[in-house]
């Protein structure tokens, strides 16, 4: 306790009913969390097992837990429940199947399986957006928009406004039939699920609250609808919450969250105690003087304002360039000077921006100077060819119902069945109302497919799966059967052959590998019986991602390129912004929507990301298909404060009409805030 200072403590200390934690950037908010959780247990007396921490990503809740081990021993250690959101969610309905209508060995689709079954069942339909990109993307996000509001396919049927919805309405009522069919379920309904279970069994509803006692809930602005009810219907009457996070860094929107839900906390709890975490930890005076001023022009329901004891610090510099040429190579030269002069290493400094594209200029030249660097939010683990071949011959095994999983490896490696033949079995399998797997062993596929070699070819496959199903779910030892499995189909020499390289080859396998390992490493960690089986390993899985863990472990000597969506959690001694123009920063999209307030809180998320000197760029002219095209300085810029910069390389003021609109933005947002 003696580490918190008087408001931590304040929000660490009170238990008596709903409280929502205001913690700006870099306030501290996970040293509040992580020592509220050994207050309740240690000074409240709340058993552990009655305490759940939800929060959003893998990284997150792992470093919670970490944290609460080292503040906790024995006992009171164990049992605590800190997860995702989405892991909270397959454990509810992992407690309740047959109220979720769904079978033991359920499988969750990942995002690609997703896409195949849609766009399957968009090209049964002979639907003209089948085989349209920007057609399957909006079909993609309507849906989980749709289960993120809990609205089912029927509903969305009458709620749909343009033929574009119709059509994903109709499609959203075949794609959760086809999931029933497959035993399966969706990211999205591992929060849907459970919630509306909640809402619709009593039963469930009180046994569940019964469970927690207490609920703690990180970045909770980024919530959508499903995750706001099902934070409420957990917590019930007795209210008793902590609800942790920052309106000012609300950035995801496009993903469905809903700042707005910090201010439904007002209505729904009259009683709510609001606590302001306004000490920054992080950053020099003048970079959070900066966040304030920029933050300010957005309308706020609740006010608060970052200070530090760190000192002043470097003005903040903004520098001009001619293009983004230029701006690339003044800011690759800049970072080599600065680091040459401050004897700092490569990985203190981070270069962000608004869109992946504006990588290509800055990786040139940090290349051509031999500046080692790092792109985040690269290819996700779980996306490489190779771990999605291995994950899915244990869905398959731990689910003979997944008919994705099912075609993806039934050729792989190749066993010689055509796509007439799979046509064929998935016709007689609908036929049947069963599973292709089911389907390979079914006396009547022999007249259906009409080819004997091709049904020994299925029939063999099928007991041979079945071989391995019960060698690797009916031993306490499951990865070295899975290796068994893997040596079986000589899928080492797949892998080899597959590869462009033979330095491609060996990383595959290191991939396979480090996937084993994993399984093994959760089987041995598992605290609870229901953990230790591969099912629930397997599970999992499909909600971590492993990038998370390899990120973490690599902490090369290496200059940090992420977008600003990208930055939101990390920090860094020193930050360059680049592209500080219309339409890039803010958004051409989000100026057309009047959804500018989010794109300054992503700005405002960016400067706080700096804790010792902060470089703000932009180009006079940008390359666009080809051809450069004359730019404007963000407004962004004009909303610094001017005594804190240093602004390099301005050529020209402002013209009256860029004032006028300029001024006309600020009128707006006033007359919000005044609304």
């Not at 408001?7 to 700006?24: H, N, S, T, W």
Request: hydrophobic share 40%; charged share 25%.
């Amino acid at each position: 306790m003696s580490t918190l200072n008087p408001r931590q403590l304040e929000a660490m200390k009170y238990i008596d009913g709903p409280l929502l934690v205001l913690a700006g950037a870099g306030s501290g908010k996970t040293s509040v969390i992580t020592r509220k959780i050994a207050y309740l247990i240690e000074e409240c007396g709340i058993k552990p097992h009655r305490i759940f921490a939800v929060t959003f990503t893998n990284k997150a809740a792992r470093e919670m837990k970490e944290r609460v081990g080292k503040l906790l021993s024995g006992k009171n250690a164990q049992g605590i429940s800190v997860s995702t959101f989405h892991t909270l969610g397959l454990t509810m309905i992992r407690h309740e199947l047959e109220a979720a209508g769904l079978k033991q060995n359920f499988s969750i689709l990942d995002s690609d399986d997703a896409q195949r079954l849609l766009a399957d069942l968009l090209h049964k339909e002979n639907s003209p957006a089948a085989d349209r990109k920007e057609a399957m993307k909006f079909i993609i996000k309507k849906i989980s928009d749709w289960k993120n509001d809990l609205i089912q396919p029927v509903q969305a049927v009458s709620v749909a406004t343009t033929n574009e919805e119709l059509i994903a309405a109709q499609i959203y009522e075949a794609y959760q039939r086809h999931l029933r069919a497959y035993n399966a379920v969706d990211f999205d309904d591992l929060i849907a699920i459970p919630t509306r279970l909640l809402q619709e069994n009593q039963a469930i509803r009180e046994k569940w609250q019964e469970r927690v006692h207490y609920l703690l809930v990180d970045e909770y602005q980024d919530t959508n609808t499903a995750q706001y009810l099902l934070v409420k219907l957990l917590v019930g009457a007795r209210a008793r919450f902590t609800a942790v996070g920052d309106d000012d860094q609300s950035i995801y929107a496009w993903r469905g969250a809903k700042p707005e839900n910090m201010i439904q906390l007002t209505h729904d709890y009259p009683n709510l105690k609001v606590v302001k975490l306004e000490q920054n930890y992080r950053s020099m005076a003048r970079i959070l003087t900066a966040a304030n001023s920029v933050i300010g022009n957005n309308p706020h329901v609740f006010e608060k304002k970052l200070w530090s004891q760190h000192g002043l610090g470097d003005r903040i510099r903004i520098i001009t360039c001619p293009t983004d040429r230029d701006e690339a190579e003044r800011v690759a030269n800049d970072l080599i000077h600065h680091k040459l002069i401050n004897s700092r290493t490569w990985k203190d400094y981070a270069i962000l921006y608004r869109g992946n594209f504006q990588a290509k200029a800055i990786e040139t030249q940090l290349r051509e100077l031999q500046i080692p660097y790092k792109i985040s939010g690269g290819q996700s683990f779980y996306s490489r060819a190779e771990i999605k071949d291995v994950m899915s011959y244990l869905r398959l095994i731990i689910n003979p119902s997944d008919d994705s999983a099912f075609l993806r490896i039934i050729n792989t490696p190749k066993r010689g069945i055509g796509p007439t033949t799979l046509e064929k079995l998935a016709s007689y399998a609908q036929q049947r109302g069963v599973s292709l797997l089911t389907a390979c062993q079914e006396f009547g596929l022999a007249e259906a497919l009409g080819q004997k070699k091709a049904l020994v070819t299925l029939q063999e496959f099928a007991q041979w799966l079945e071989h391995h199903t019960r060698e690797i779910l009916e031993t306490t030892e499951p990865v070295p059967e899975i290796r068994k499995l893997l040596n079986d189909i000589d899928f080492e020499d797949y892998i080899r052959e597959q590869a462009p390289t033979p330095q491609g080859a060996e990383a595959r396998l290191e991939n396979i590998n480090f996937l084993l390992t994993s399984i093994q490493g959760m089987l041995n960690k598992a605290e609870s019986e229901d953990d230790k089986n591969i099912e629930a390993v397997i599970r999992k899985l499909v909600l971590i991602d492993l990038l998370d863990q390899q990120a973490e472990e690599d902490d090369s000597d290496r200059v940090q390129l992420l977008t600003l969506h990208a930055s939101k959690g990390l920090e860094y001694p020193h930050v360059y912004i680049i592209g500080l123009e219309e339409d890039l920063l803010p958004h051409r999209n989000s100026i057309d929507a009047d959804t500018v307030e989010e794109e300054r809180r992503l700005m405002y998320v960016g400067i706080t990301r700096a804790k010792q000197t902060l470089t703000l760029t932009l180009a006079e002219r940008r390359k666009a298909g080809g051809d450069f095209r004359s730019t404007m300085p963000s407004r962004f810029l004009d909303e610094l404060p001017h005594e804190e910069i240093e602004w390099i390389g301005r050529t020209s003021t402002r013209t009256p009409q860029e004032k006028q609109r300029i001024g006309a933005a600020h009128l707006a947002n006033l007359r919000a805030l005044l609304k």
